[in-house]
């Protein structure tokens, strides 16, 4: 069973998805500088009937009178009109010869994942043309790391060559480049924006980068010589699991540090924090002795909870005694939850019942509601959760 969660709207209003610039697209009017139409479209617009793509905010007059010699010229007319906005201006970059390997290479790249053509060749020869000219790019100027032409390699699943790459200029940005393979390897359920277009298919291809992913990243962790994060943590679990290395899971979680054990919890349950009973793979769902796991340190979480209630008790810090309180009521619906996962009704019913209801935040009056209903009538099911899509 799956549920959709819905959509997140952020900044009141739903205005459409931020485009490629980082610019709300918002359809505004524009009036064509080659022929005077006027028209309706989002940002960096294209004139409807002479198919111009409007780049830049102004021209000079003898860049329009170059520009209009182009744009009806035989080669930009035979364009196919399947073809989206950004496919036409990397051809127009390439006739007007004014513009560099990196501007026209970039032009195809939005095309391959922007314009959303329904015609397949045009999307493939856009994904190429992207690649050759990025490829030149970089060999021209070794300067930046060249995420674009990475992104494009993965697609065409030229992964030695994004290999080679990552590998020679990683030390400039070592968390992108983890972050890069992360991304590669699909593991994170999709809020609607994904960096690749194409899932790896491959056993043997996606093995390589789960690995790739996890020597980055375990790269990134020693040499920040910092205290390691709860985001990096998980990944780490998450790239172990995706291994079968269950083994090196419990290693890893068995040296933390206590403020890590409620995360560690929910990652054996595989279930979000806020929507319990919910799980991110109902194709694989967790074992009763991951369950068990899951117990444990949640235990572990409410006993030092306790102690910090005695001694807020002790105190009359009645803020911090109430903030604990309501950490611990999430702490033991947790504990529930996994009881109610492994059928043990019983048991979850008398935790479920310990915990007052002003014990419990705001956000999961609803969940504690049903899980309650869920362990009263006996039933151990879990839902796929599908995260809720983000709209700006």
């Known amino acids: 069973m799956k549920l959709k969660v819905g959509v ?7 205005i459409g998805n931020l485009n490629i610039f980082g610019t709300p697209a918002i359809r505004t009017p524009y009036v064509c500088p080659i022929g005077g139409e006027k028209f309706v479209d989002f940002h960096i617009p294209q004139c409807p009937g002479n198919k111009f793509v409007m780049f830049k905010e102004k021209f000079t007059n003898a860049e329009l009178k170059k520009y209009e010699k182009i744009i009806n010229g035989k080669d930009y007319r035979e364009i ?31 095309s391959y994942y922007f314009d959303h053509s329904e015609n397949q060749a045009i999307t493939k020869e856009a994904l190429q043309k992207g690649i050759n000219y990025l490829e ?20 065409n699943k030229e992964y030695e060559k994004m290999n080679k790459i990552l ?16 991304d590669l390897t699909g593991i994170e359920l999709s809020n609607g924006f994904e960096r690749f277009k194409n899932k790896i298919q491959d056993k043997n291809d996606k093995r390589m980068i789960v690995n790739k992913a996890l020597k980055f990243l375990q790269r990134e962790i020693a040499e920040d010589k910092k205290e390691i994060t709860e985001e990096q943590l ?3 679990a998450k790239l172990y699991r995706e291994l079968g290395e269950k083994t090196k899971i419990d290693r890893l979680f068995a040296k933390l540090d206590k403020k890590y054990y409620k995360a560690v919890s929910l990652f054996y349950m595989d279930e979000p924090e806020n929507f319990l009973g919910y799980v991110y793979n109902e194709q694989s769902l967790s074992t009763n ?22 001694k807020s008790q002790k105190s ?77």
């Open 80 to 110: 196919s009109k399947e073809a989206g906005k950004y496919y036409y201006l990397g051809r127009f970059y390439e006739l007007t010869k004014e513009f560099s390997d990196k501007e026209i290479g970039e032009a195809y790249y939005n």
């Open 289 to 310: 002795n991951e369950l068990t796991k899951s117990i444990n340190y949640i235990d572990k979480v409410i006993a030092n909870l306790d102690n910090e209630i005695k």
């Open 316 to 392: 009359k810090d009645y803020a911090t005694l109430k903030q604990r309180r309501e950490e611990r009521g999430d702490a033991l619906l947790i504990k529930a939850e996994a009881n109610r996962r492994l059928g043990k009704f019983n048991k979850a019913e008398k935790i479920i019942n310990s915990i007052s209801e002003q014990d419990i935040t705001k956000i999961n009056e609803s969940m504690f509601n049903g899980i309650k209903q869920q362990i009263k009538s006996k039933n151990s099911k879990v839902v796929q959760y599908i995260p809720p899509k983000i709209m700006y």
């Open 136 to 155: 030149k790019s970089f060999e021209a100027k070794k300067e930046e790391i060249p995420w674009k032409l990475l992104n494009l390699y993965a697609e």
């Open 8 to 14: 997140i709207i952020l900044g009141g209003i739903i």
């Open 167 to 182: 590998e020679s200029v990683s030390s400039k940005d070592l968390q992108k480049a983890a972050n890069f393979y992360y």
């Open 234 to 236: 998980l990944q780490q």
